[in-house]
């Protein structure tokens, strides 16, 4: 055993305390911190945590599994890696290091559009990296060159990211003065153009009179979904009816995030918006999920309440910045152990016994109407 597997941290939250403690202040503030006053950002968590699961005695167990088929892949375990930008700075072994994590462990991921390092790269580190995540370029034909790459790198997804037509104003990270070290940038976005404003005039607004010229509608994002070379699902959904709209625009699927609590800040927290979203999707293509995904027994809530499979964001952070791929793969068979212990408890003996009679019905704050 080496000294740092010696010195790894036991427990999820370990890791967490640790991430925290060694990454210098402002690289904590850009990757573990959220927008405004983090209000989504607790939300998130809070709202999993409140959320009670019965345990359920004698249940038959044997011949067990966690294993799952989404989008024809079987995944060992109902979990990807959330796509997260620039992850070289936690770790000079990148995404390319998670990538190697997340196929030792079954884990799926999806690599960001600001990943730090190429696509190709990525795709060649394990079998786990099946998913490439991207926004809205500057206008149809350079998004679909990106797509057009992804496939051609041998991905099977696309992931289109519609809740950050905009940033959102993170006070943590703005306090904190971030900037990337100089290296590292979003090289898979090298050579798209960008678009091209003319000045303001007196009483313009950089928003509403230059950026959201160029940003997609729902008609670009049916385009996109009709002509891409891959299934494309669409990340970022809260609200039912947008799920709806997202089915009618031929989305294979739908995430339903709030970006980690790293957007609009007062957003509801993605587990109080999924069941109006499962309900309103009604089977008619998977719907994920991530935010505030912190242990097993959350992965097991967000499957109660109708999730397909879920997205770990900063937990990943937490493992990359404490022991790189190692400590990746580490966080990830940890949650897989709770998961799978959280199952037997809870009388589950595969993912399909997971419903939301496990649960008790929650009492959340801001679950929208079905009705949208
Ligand atoms: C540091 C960081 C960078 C992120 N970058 C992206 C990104 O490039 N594209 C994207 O769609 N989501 C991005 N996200 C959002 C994640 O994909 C995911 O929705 C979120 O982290 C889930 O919440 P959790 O961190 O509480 O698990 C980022 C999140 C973090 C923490």
């Given at each position: 055993m080496t000294d740092q597997a010696r010195?790894?941290?036991?427990?999820?939250?370990?890791?967490?305390?640790?991430?925290?403690?060694?990454?210098?202040?402002?690289?904590?503030?850009?990757?573990?911190?959220?927008?405004?006053?983090?209000?989504?950002?607790r939300a998130n968590l809070r709202d999993l945590e409140q959320i009670r699961i019965w345990p359920r005695a004698l249940a038959p167990l044997a011949g067990g599994h966690t294993q799952r088929t989404l989008l024809g892949r079987r995944l060992d375990v109902p979990m990807l890696i959330a796509p997260m930008a620039y992850l070289p700075v936690l770790d000079a072994e990148g995404e390319a290091g998670v990538a190697a994590a997340a196929t030792a462990q079954g884990v799926g991921m999806c690599l960001s559009a600001q990943a730090g390092q190429p696509m190709e790269t990525v795709r060649e580190a394990g079998?786990?990296?099946?998913?490439?995540?991207?926004?809205?370029?500057?206008?149809?034909?350079?998004?679909?060159?990106?797509?057009?790459?992804?496939?051609?790198?041998?991905?099977?997804?696309?992931?289109?990211?519609?809740?950050?037509?905009?940033?959102?104003?993170?006070?943590?990270?703005?306090?904190?003065?971030?900037?990337?070290?100089?290296?590292?940038?979003?090289?898979?976005?090298?050579?798209?153009?960008?678009?091209?404003?003319?000045?303001?005039?007196?009483?313009?607004?950089?928003?509403?009179?230059?950026?959201?010229h160029v940003l997609p509608d729902w008609e670009d994002v049916a385009w996109f979904c009709a002509n891409a070379p891959l299934p494309?699902?669409?990340?970022?959904?809260?609200?039912?009816?947008?799920?709806?709209?997202?089915?009618?625009?031929?989305?294979?699927?739908?995430?339903?995030?709030?970006?980690?609590?790293?957007?609009?800040?007062?957003?509801?927290?993605a587990i109080s918006a999924l069941p109006g979203v499962v309900a309103q999707v009604c089977g008619a293509v998977p719907v994920l999920m991530d935010g505030g995904i912190r242990r097993g027994a959350d992965v097991f809530r967000a499957l109660a309440l109708g999730a397909s499979a879920v997205l770990i964001g900063r937990p990943v952070c937490h493992g990359l910045a404490v022991a790189g791929a190692l400590g990746v793969s580490h966080v990830l068979r940890l949650l897989r152990d709770e998961l799978e212990v959280t199952m037997a408890l809870a009388g589950c003996r595969t993912l399909e016994d997971i419903s939301p009679a496990c649960v008790q019905p929650p009492t959340l704050s801001g679950s929208c109407s079905s009705e949208g």
């Amino acid at each position: 055993m080496t000294d740092q597997a010696r010195a790894l941290p036991g427990g999820l939250a370990g890791y967490a305390t640790r991430a925290e403690a060694l990454l210098p202040p402002a690289t904590a503030a850009y990757f573990l911190r959220g927008a405004g006053r983090e209000e989504t950002c607790r939300a998130n968590l809070r709202d999993l945590e409140q959320i009670r699961i019965w345990p359920r005695a004698l249940a038959p167990l044997a011949g067990g599994h966690t294993q799952r088929t989404l989008l024809g892949r079987r995944l060992d375990v109902p979990m990807l890696i959330a796509p997260m930008a620039y992850l070289p700075v936690l770790d000079a072994e990148g995404e390319a290091g998670v990538a190697a994590a997340a196929t030792a462990q079954g884990v799926g991921m999806c690599l960001s559009a600001q990943a730090g390092q190429p696509m190709e790269t990525v795709r060649e580190a394990g079998t786990a990296c099946q998913w490439m995540q991207l926004y809205w370029q500057a206008g149809r034909a350079p998004t679909m060159a990106l797509a057009e790459r992804a496939a051609r790198a041998g991905f099977a997804a696309l992931v289109l990211t519609v809740d950050a037509p905009v940033n959102g104003i993170r006070d943590a990270e703005i306090a904190s003065g971030f900037t990337l070290p100089a290296g590292i940038r979003a090289v898979n976005l090298d050579g798209l153009p960008r678009p091209q404003f003319a000045p303001l005039k007196d009483g313009e607004s950089v928003l509403f009179d230059r950026v959201a010229h160029v940003l997609p509608d729902w008609e670009d994002v049916a385009w996109f979904c009709a002509n891409a070379p891959l299934p494309v699902l669409l990340k970022g959904l809260l609200h039912p009816a947008d799920a709806a709209q997202a089915v009618v625009a031929g989305a294979a699927g739908v995430i339903v995030s709030n970006h980690g609590g790293r957007v609009l800040d007062g957003a509801p927290s993605a587990i109080s918006a999924l069941p109006g979203v499962v309900a309103q999707v009604c089977g008619a293509v998977p719907v994920l999920m991530d935010g505030g995904i912190r242990r097993g027994a959350d992965v097991f809530r967000a499957l109660a309440l109708g999730a397909s499979a879920v997205l770990i964001g900063r937990p990943v952070c937490h493992g990359l910045a404490v022991a790189g791929a190692l400590g990746v793969s580490h966080v990830l068979r940890l949650l897989r152990d709770e998961l799978e212990v959280t199952m037997a408890l809870a009388g589950c003996r595969t993912l399909e016994d997971i419903s939301p009679a496990c649960v008790q019905p929650p009492t959340l704050s801001g679950s929208c109407s079905s009705e949208g």
